[in-house]
């Protein structure tokens, strides 16, 4: 019976031995949680043994238990490298319409050659689909999972509907004589001043529509424009008197007035008239101002600012542009990649277009020691550690998403080499209990 329990001792030390190595050897694996081999003795009686005097029949290994402790975390470099800080693994799967989840806290991912996250070996990190433009989820539940994809582009291009602009023109300025000195957007004394806007046409393409300011009167203005330098027909309808209304096709020559006749550096001077547009599908006589093959296009030019308030003035101050906007884009390139503590991604482009492309879903368990290793460093649901429970990162008892960082092992590489020398002490006890047994039994053969 010696003989086993010393056997039984020495298996237990090498199972301590191995744990503790394989503790040590994954010191740098990221996601990495530390084991713990746990030991019990053996006892057998029954109700003819004398239990005072029974002596034990050795050790056995009771379980290898995983510590779900937090490890540090090392910032990286890399966007789309996460970590989390608290309770809660990350969830993927290895087939874009699979459903068999496995879970981890590595969160070492990556773009895949179609945009997916995914993780070193493949899998597709698993979150929860949002409102592209409020980020406001529909659900947690862990069935409603989808992989991540983050497109390289915007989605299509807008068109320019409407341009938005507010400035100021300058009430010190002289007249400039139309007769003797036509416009002329080459010659910069025939106006007195000038701005410009991008403008995109249905294929995405820009184009630069300018718009040129000159002084014909005390409050008098007129208003040219250019298209990626074209002088735009003059085509105006109104009258063009003080605090007159002018509607305009293509604002070209358009003859803006000023209404009062006072100090301007007062407040004189408020431009009041209805916004106009600029046709670019081609009607005047110069031809197209679009020959690209982009869709007829008519922009819209507002003498405001997006929310109405802001108008044109003519003070006694410099030309100063206090509002240019437009509502069209091109197509837009992915820029950055922003992951904010509840997993929320949102994706900028080059565009200026922002969308949340989704929400990296957390789970965690009712019992992390019962989940089942695969390797990897990845784990799966059983029947001890009960089903997977789907939440919002930094919400409750959900841990917080760390963007660009990585968590590390949470093995203390001190503690595991003092592990090995006190394993290593038990083998060689162990083994010495076996020596003397031997011996014992050699002596005893020896009897004659």
Sequence with gaps: ??????????????????????????????????????????????????????????????????????????????????????????????????????????????????????????????????????????????????????????????????VFTAFNVDARRSPIDGAANPFDPETSSTYHSSTSATVYDSLGESHTLSTYYVKRGSNQWDVYSTFDGQEIDMDTTGGGTASATNSVNGYSGLELEFEGGGDPAVGAGQLTFDPGSIDLSGSGEDGPYLDNGADPQTVQFNFQDLTGTTSPTQFASDFEVTNLDQDGSTVGRLTNVDIEKDGLIAATYSNGDVQYLGQVATVRFANEQGLTQIGGTKWRESIDSGEPLAGEANTGTFGAIEASALENSNVNLTKELVDLISAQRNFQANSRSLEVNNTINQTILQIR
């Excluded at 740098?28 to 949680?33: D, L, M, R, Y």
């Excluded at 290994?61 to 995983?66: G, I, K, N, R």
């Excluded at 995914?118 to 592209?132: E, K, P, S, T, W």
């Excluded at 409020?134 to 582009?153: E, K, W, Y």
């Design 1 to 162: 019976m010696s003989f086993n329990i010393a056997l039984s001792g020495i298996n237990a030390s090498q199972k301590d031995l191995d744990t503790t190595a394989n503790n040590v050897s994954n010191v740098k694996t990221t996601g990495f949680k530390q084991s713990r081999a746990e030991f019990a003795d053996v006892y057998a009686t029954s109700i003819f043994n004398a239990g005072n005097t029974k002596v034990g029949d050795g050790v056995l290994t009771s379980s290898v238990a995983q510590q779900f402790s937090q490890g540090t975390l090392d910032f990286t470099d890399n966007s789309l490298d996460m970590a989390i800080s608290g309770n809660g693994f990350f969830a993927t799967t290895d087939d874009l319409g699979s459903r068999d989840m496995t879970y981890t806290r590595s969160g070492a991912f990556k773009l895949n050659d179609d945009k997916f996250i995914v993780d070193n070996q493949g899998n597709y990190l698993q979150g929860y689909q949002v409102d592209r433009n409020s980020g406001t989820n529909s659900s947690t539940a862990l069935a409603t999972t989808q992989p991540i994809r983050i497109p390289d582009v915007a989605g299509a291009p807008q068109s320019t509907d409407n």
